[in-house]
């Protein structure tokens, strides 16, 4: 082990520390931000104060400058509480690293008067820049923008013209906060404390050096100066995916808990059985889940340890990008496999609105809808690799 990958590893394992140690306020404070639609201020100022959100961010700006696996390791440990605040914390670190891509210009304008910036975003280009004098107009909506109310800049898609009026690029442009509404549209079953909602620009002027081109980044390309801050080299497409597992890890191993504790007492209905814990078909539904979330932690593990050695030592091939893409599915639906089988197994009580399994059931199966985990894009991506085709089916790989 090098002296780099020692580092990281006790970062790693530092990190993590700090995230368990806010189990119990983020576990006490879940149901608030579940009722509220947002997560309390008072769970955003312990992530805050614990460097969550910052993980991310160069050490230049005074950030932690970490890597993917310690961003997973963090995510996993605070959804092990609340699986919103683990969202929005891996939000808000993961589009930090994505402001890092763009022109050293714009990196000091969103960190260097401001080391505590908070950056979100949304990739889909649901909007349109105008080409103008030093830069552009861009107008349009984005949904789906995690932790907005807690936002300082947003990184959102567009499609921007040319003089001609015709599509030139599709990019990602850096907005203040300021410069954009928010339309409260965030009504669903799960991850409501997310506060995931529509951002609005109206004629916003975006300058040029906070653009960055999706199919350049998509291919390794990036318009920052190196600094010698191997984090920045890592893979678009595997880092933007990959992130959006740690959550879910954490609900997996958060529903095997509960109903694991619950199992020393809960009896198991209409059976000889005073305790579930008794029951060979309990313990056996406990078993399959428990080595599902250990088969879906061994992927992403594994995947974010091959993009974070990349970033080091060279851009991941379009084939790896594959791998990593199918894997980051794959094991999301183990994840919710697991957790189908222990709501099963724990009965009805798991539905009841006092307990924090029916939560973990919504925000695990809304969060693994995210357009990044579909599953069938994915396996379609790596296999058209296995296979030798050569179609290109999304930017994201």
């Given at each position: 082990?090098?002296?780099?990958?020692?580092?990281n590893s006790l970062l790693t394992r530092?990190?993590?520390?700090?995230?368990?140690?806010?189990?119990?306020?983020?576990?006490?404070?879940?149901?608030?931000?579940?009722?509220?639609?947002?997560?309390?201020?008072?769970?955003?100022?312990?992530?805050?104060?614990?460097?969550?959100?910052?993980?991310?961010?160069?050490?230049?700006?005074?950030?932690?400058?970490?890597?993917?696996?310690?961003?997973?390791?963090?995510?996993?440990?605070?959804?092990?509480?609340?699986?919103?605040?683990?969202?929005?914390?891996m939000i808000i670190s993961v589009t930090?690293?994505?402001?890092?891509?763009?022109?050293?210009?714009?990196?000091?304008?969103?960190?260097?008067?401001?080391?505590?910036?908070?950056?979100?975003?949304?990739?889909?280009?649901?909007?349109?820049?105008?080409?103008?004098?030093?830069?552009?107009?861009?107008?349009?909506?984005?949904?789906?923008?995690?932790?907005?109310?807690?936002?300082?800049?947003?990184?959102?898609?567009?499609?921007?013209?040319?003089?001609?009026?015709?599509?030139?690029?599709?990019?990602?442009?850096?907005?203040?906060?300021?410069?954009?509404?928010?339309?409260?549209?965030?009504?669903?079953?799960?991850?409501?404390?997310?506060?995931?909602?529509?951002?609005?620009?109206?004629?916003?002027?975006?300058?040029?050096?906070?653009?960055?081109?999706?199919?350049?980044?998509?291919?390794?390309?990036?318009?920052?100066?190196?600094?010698?801050?191997?984090?920045?080299?890592?893979?678009?497409?595997?880092?933007?995916?990959?992130?959006?597992?740690?959550?879910?890890?954490?609900?997996?191993?958060?529903?095997?808990?509960?109903?694991?504790?619950?199992?020393?007492?809960?009896?198991?209905?209409?059976?000889?059985?005073?305790?579930?814990?008794?029951?060979?078909?309990?313990?056996?539904?406990?078993?399959?889940?428990?080595?599902?979330?250990?088969?879906?932690?061994?992927?992403?593990y594994r995947a974010a340890d091959e993009?974070?050695?990349?970033?080091?030592?060279?851009?991941?091939?379009?084939?790896?990008?594959?791998?990593?893409?199918?894997?980051?599915?794959?094991?999301?639906?183990?994840?919710?496999?697991?957790?189908?089988?222990?709501?099963?197994?724990?009965?009805?009580?798991?539905?009841?609105?006092?307990?924090?399994?029916?939560?973990?059931?919504?925000?695990?199966?809304?969060?693994?809808?995210?357009?990044?985990?579909?599953?069938?894009?994915?396996?379609?991506?790596?296999?058209?690799?296995?296979?030798?085709?050569?179609?290109?089916?999304?930017?994201?790989?």
């Open positions: 082990m090098d002296s780099t990958t020692y580092a530092e990190v993590a520390g700090r995230a368990a140690a806010l189990q119990p306020l983020l576990r006490e404070l879940a149901a608030q931000g579940d009722a509220d639609r947002v997560i309390p201020p008072a769970a955003v100022k312990a992530l805050s104060e614990a460097g969550m959100f910052r993980l991310l961010t160069p050490a230049r700006f005074g950030g932690l400058q970490a890597d993917l696996r310690t961003l997973t390791a963090m995510s996993e440990a605070v959804g092990r509480a609340d699986g919103s605040a683990a969202w929005v914390a930090n690293w994505l402001a890092c891509l763009f022109p050293d210009e714009a990196q000091e304008e969103v960190f260097g008067a401001d080391p505590d910036a908070r950056v979100t975003g949304v990739a889909a280009p649901t909007s349109v820049g105008e080409r103008v004098p030093g830069g552009w107009h861009v107008s349009g909506r984005w949904a789906y923008n995690s932790g907005a109310p807690y936002a300082t800049w947003a990184a959102v898609g567009s499609l921007l013209k040319s003089e001609h009026g015709e599509v030139a690029d599709q990019a990602l442009v850096l907005i203040p906060a300021a410069d954009l509404a928010i339309d409260d549209t965030w009504y669903t079953a799960g991850m409501r404390g997310t506060a995931s909602n529509t951002l609005i620009a109206q004629d916003v002027f975006v300058p040029e050096h906070r653009v960055l081109s999706v199919p350049a980044a998509a291919e390794g390309v990036y318009p920052r100066s190196s600094n010698g801050e191997t984090l920045y080299g890592a893979s678009f497409g595997p880092m933007l995916v990959l992130c959006l597992a740690g959550p879910l890890l954490g609900l997996g191993q958060a529903a095997l808990d509960t109903v694991a504790a619950a199992a020393d007492s809960k009896p198991l209905a209409f059976t000889i059985h005073g305790r579930q814990a008794e029951s060979v078909g309990f313990q056996t539904q406990v078993a399959e889940a428990a080595l599902k979330v250990e088969t879906a932690r061994l992927h992403i993009v974070d050695t990349a970033a080091a030592q060279g851009p991941l091939d379009y084939p790896a990008r594959a791998h990593i893409r199918a894997q980051a599915g794959y094991a999301v639906q183990e994840i919710l496999g697991a957790i189908g089988i222990l709501l099963n197994a724990h009965g009805s009580a798991a539905f009841a609105e006092a307990s924090p399994l029916q939560r973990i059931w919504r925000d695990a199966n809304t969060a693994a809808r995210h357009a990044g985990l579909v599953p069938l894009v994915g396996l379609e991506v790596y296999g058209k690799t296995l296979l030798g085709v050569n179609d290109r089916v999304s930017l994201m790989v």
